[in-house]
């Protein structure tokens, strides 16, 4: 089975609940910048189940795009280590497309999508 990396961009996109990714080879990472203190207790939650497949990445400094920079970090170590795992970034953000397509075109399966739902192709509950 084909693991599915996730990199969430909290400041973004405030993701509560990740129980659509149940039984689903996932490995979430959940960016967050300084100023996200609150975090929702069913989110906290799943990510405690999902052990080390649950990352949280925090910053320590804010600053323009320093979030989306970590994220562009992260994905580009992970497709380096996992050349075949399938990588999502969940982002209102469009500015991760370029890279994307770019990636794309290096024949990596990568994709944006605003929410989890859509990534997964499902309607909002």
Not at 25 to 41: D, E
């Amino acid at each position: 089975m084909q693991t599915n990396y996730i990199l969430i961009d909290f400041e973004n996109v405030h993701v509560k609940s990740l129980a659509l990714l149940k039984d689903r080879q996932a490995q979430v990472k959940v960016f967050l910048g300084p100023k996200n203190t609150k975090i929702p207790v069913e989110l906290v939650l799943a990510m405690q189940g999902l052990g080390e497949w649950g990352d949280y990445i925090m910053l320590e400094v804010s600053g323009h795009n320093a979030l989306d920079f970590h994220i562009a970090y992260y994905l580009g170590k992970l497709v380096a280590e996992h050349p075949d795992g399938h990588f999502h970034i969940i982002s209102k953000d469009t500015g991760f497309d370029s890279l994307l397509r770019h990636l794309q075109r290096k024949g990596t399966l990568c994709t944006r999508s605003p929410s989890i739902e859509m990534m997964l192709g499902v309607d909002s509950v």
